[in-house]
């Protein structure tokens, strides 16, 4: 039986510059750091109290530069935007609308796409 969703996985291109954006610019904090041999490594990065991670592939993962399809659930969308465009983050304009939560798109520094959309209320 399933029990719940571990992580997800995105190509990255320099794990530390992934490492430093999820942590720096995000505020996610780094989960797991296992060498696998050579220079790989398998990292995990999640936001403080999160059950899913983000695991970090630098080889023989997805690609780089994709749609993630990931969407990370946020408190208050038009702050944390307003927050992430002052610090440089690649987003979108914040979407607000009568039919759906205030949202946005963003990406890494790969150019890596996810959603943020803040929780109905």
């Known amino acids: ?9 995105v190509g990255v291109s320099d794990t530390d510059a992934a490492i430093a954006f999820f942590t720096g610019r995000l505020g996610f904090e780094v989960r797991m750091d296992v060498p696998m041999g050579g220079t790989v490594r398998w990292v995990e990065v999640a936001p403080p109290g999160a059950t899913t ?3 970090l592939l630098s080889a023989g993962g997805p690609g780089v530069g994709t749609d993630t399809g990931i969407r990370f659930a946020v408190t208050d969308a038009t702050a944390l935007h307003a927050s992430l465009r002052e610090s440089g983050v690649d987003v979108d304009e914040l979407v607000v609308s009568d039919w759906a939560p205030p949202m ?10 996810y959603y943020a959309s803040e929780a109905p209320a």
Request: charged letters at 25%; one cysteine or more; aromatic letters at 14%.
């Open 1 to 9: 039986m399933f029990t719940d969703v571990r992580a997800c996985a």
């Open 53 to 55: 991670s983000v695991a």
């Open 104 to 113: 946005f798109d963003f990406r890494d520094p790969d150019g890596n796409t």
